[in-house]
């Protein structure tokens, strides 16, 4: 295509220019100015129905020529008349003046990727999401889409997602709506429960515009929230990262948006948070808080599902809270009491689970990973992926079982232990199953004894 000395291209860059040009002419050449818009009016000499009724007659025909006009101009998309009823924060909220200028080019610059999609089955609504486009293929011409699983799933029994209860139809009509107002059919392609993540396939035949992403968000930073409503109209809400221990029947990838209370948080489940640059920080995941999946793990899982179609985690049976995210108050008393200021405290232990074989039990202290210090939830979850990484990179499969070793510090007998932890590979949800025993006869007797022993800590 190009020449050495650039003359190939400097002579195609020419024809384009010519051919501008020539378009521009045409088009020129081809418009018909319209008349201008002037409201008409009877002069005061004239102001006489009964003197002069075929002016008044005039004068009507001129009037509902004139309010014509009005209606197709106002009708446009440049009109005031179209524009939105309630302005977003950047508009109207005066806090937000020191960054109003570089937020607008960021919003502008993010909200070219994010797309509206809709689900249905047997022609039943089940919900609406956002997403965004992360591929574009030039030669099928089709788009990926990541968005929230949320999508797809047809049944939510409960909000402890570590039940594992929620059901997700993979066989769900789903709609893209793009853009420009049209709309295609969404192929699916993989969705990862664990995660709430699923990707989409759509037919586009030009190009999209792909995000990008800071793999680095801070507690404190300014960000904002980007999806779309029915109208495809953005919703736009600013807000503050957050990053605390989540709430038991929360899974403990999220970090979290604090943002005004007169903010409504709608229409943005599955869109992005971006960073004042434009660059995508998480992805929306509406759970009972204003939760995101940061970037960090979705560079993980997407370059996972890219690689080897799906996106495994290592389910270790257990749940768990940052020393690091507690009151300092707190902090500072393990610190003097106990000479313990960092690692994540374990507060569960599935049931039947190797962790619970192992007399693994809440309060402990989970200080290493692989020899590695993990300071918190989101650096666990980093370290579960590069690891189920490594094992798919060796050949290994889906449903295997692979040894963690882990330093745990028994809190109640002061004890600290390394052992290696023998956890599943999988991309299912992981389910934490609360540990029981039955009750089966009166205090006292044989079988109530039996179960007595049962108790955690006996």
């Not at 070219?112 to 992360?134: M, Q």
């Not at 903010?263 to 960073?275: A, E, Q, R, S």
Request: glycine share 6%; with cysteine; net charge negative.
């Amino acid at each position: 295509m190009y020449d050495q000395d650039g003359s190939s291209s400097m002579v195609e860059t020419n024809g384009a220019r010519v051919d501008e040009m020539t378009k521009e002419e045409e088009e020129l050449s081809s418009f018909t100015p319209k008349s201008p818009i002037s409201k008409p009016y009877i002069p005061d000499e004239l102001n006489d129905p009964t003197v002069y009724p075929e002016v008044l007659a005039a004068f009507e025909d001129a009037q509902a020529k004139y309010i014509a006009k009005l209606c197709r101009r106002t009708a446009l998309f440049t009109s005031q008349y179209r524009r939105v009823d309630a302005p977003s924060c950047l508009f109207h909220h005066e806090h937000l003046h020191h960054i109003r200028e570089p937020a607008k080019k960021a919003v502008l610059r993010a909200a070219k990727s994010i797309i509206r999609l809709s689900s249905s089955v047997d022609g039943e609504p089940l919900t609406n999401c956002c997403g965004l486009w992360i591929e574009w293929d030039k030669e099928s011409k089709t788009g990926t889409i990541l968005t929230t699983a949320h999508l797809i799933r047809s049944k939510h029994p409960t909000e402890n997602h570590w039940e594992g209860r929620d059901e997700y139809d993979i066989k769900a009509n789903v709609t893209v709506h793009l853009r420009d107002g049209t709309t295609a059919e969404g192929h699916y392609l993989y969705h990862q429960e664990h995660y709430d993540l699923a990707f989409f396939k759509v037919r586009v035949v030009e190009p999209v515009q792909l995000p990008s992403f800071n793999g680095s968000v801070h507690c404190g930073q300014d960000v904002f929230r980007l999806g779309r409503d029915q109208s495809m109209d953005l919703r736009i809400t600013h807000g503050r990262v957050e990053y605390w221990n989540p709430a038991s029947i929360e899974r403990y990838h999220y970090m979290y948006f604090l943002h005004e209370h007169d903010d409504c948080l709608c229409d943005d489940d599955g869109g992005t948070v971006i960073d004042l640059d434009g660059k995508v920080v998480g992805l929306i995941n509406n759970h009972l808080s204003a939760s995101f999946v940061p970037s960090s793990i979705l560079d993980n899982c997407v370059d996972l599902w890219r690689n080897f179609g799906c996106i495994p985690r290592l389910h270790l049976g257990m749940k768990f809270d940052s020393i690091r995210l507690l009151d300092p108050i707190n902090v500072e008393r393990m610190w003097r009491m106990h000479n313990i200021e960092e690692g994540l405290i374990v507060e569960k232990v599935s049931k039947e689970s190797h962790a619970e074989k192992l007399g693994i039990f809440f309060g402990d202290i989970i200080e290493c990973f692989n020899g590695e210090h993990i300071y918190t939830t989101i650096e666990l979850e980093n370290m579960l992926l590069g690891r189920c990484k490594d094992h798919f990179n060796q050949g290994k499969k889906l449903n295997a079982k692979i040894d963690v070793s882990i330093q745990v510090f028994h809190t109640d007998e002061r004890v600290r232990r390394t052992i290696n932890l023998n956890v599943e590979v999988s991309d299912h949800g992981e389910v934490i199953r609360e540990s029981t025993y039955p009750i089966t006869a009166t205090l006292g007797t044989s079988a109530a004894v039996q179960s007595n022993q049962n108790v955690a800590g006996k």
